[in-house]
């Protein structure tokens, strides 16, 4: 069979194209650091997250050097931390958030970062973030919730290290009290 010169060019170009596509959803699906959220945080009765060991009091909980893990309820129409308390979290640390929700499905997203949840009663979504300058950032619901899903927001601040410890010291004071 003879292929013209002409074809077997378009065919190579449309082969180009192809790949190129697939090459690009591939890059915006797993590339750049984006890791998917899957069921590795576990699950929790949300009927009973009051009396649970971290959600009954949920923060942020030193583990490591820079290493730290922040657990959030989503409820309508807060973030506790986030809302009426910011979340606070040290420059230069690294942030495991465990997210779950008490009533109905709610979204946790870090505004202008990739992190970004679904919170879903019953289900823990655990993923990891670092961060590296002191700064403010937006806290959304981006998943429609009820009449006040349109106000649910909330603020983390990454604080500098001396002033977080500071904070942080004083909270566990205020804890064991
Ligand atoms: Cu919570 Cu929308």
Redesign the pocket.
């Known amino acids: 069979m003879e292929i013209h010169a002409y074809e077997k060019l378009w065919l190579a170009l449309a082969l180009v194209l192809i790949v190129g596509f697939i090459g690009t959803i591939t890059y915006g699906a797993a590339g750049a650091g984006i890791d998917m959220i899957d069921d590795k945080g576990g699950t929790v009765d949300p009927a009973t997250l009051d009396d649970h060991p971290k959600f009954g009091d949920p923060g942020i909980e030193k583990t490591g050097e820079n290493q730290y893990d922040v657990y959030v309820v989503?409820r309508?129409?807060v973030f506790e931390p986030g809302t009426t308390q910011p979340i606070r979290v040290p420059e230069g640390s690294t942030v495991t958030f465990h997210v779950t929700a008490a009533d109905v499905i709610?979204?946790f997203e870090v505004v202008g970062t990739n992190a970004n949840t679904m919170a879903i009663p019953g289900q823990v979504a655990e993923f990891t973030v670092e961060f590296d300058e002191p700064g403010e950032y937006g806290l959304l619901?981006n998943?429609?919730?009820g009449s006040g899903?349109h106000v649910?927001e909330g603020k983390l601040v990454v604080m500098e290290q001396s002033e977080f410890d500071s904070w942080y010291e004083q909270q566990q004071q205020e804890g064991e009290n």
Do not use: I, L, T
Request: charged share 10%.
């Open positions: 989503a309508q129409f709610h979204g619901c998943e429609y919730c899903h649910m």
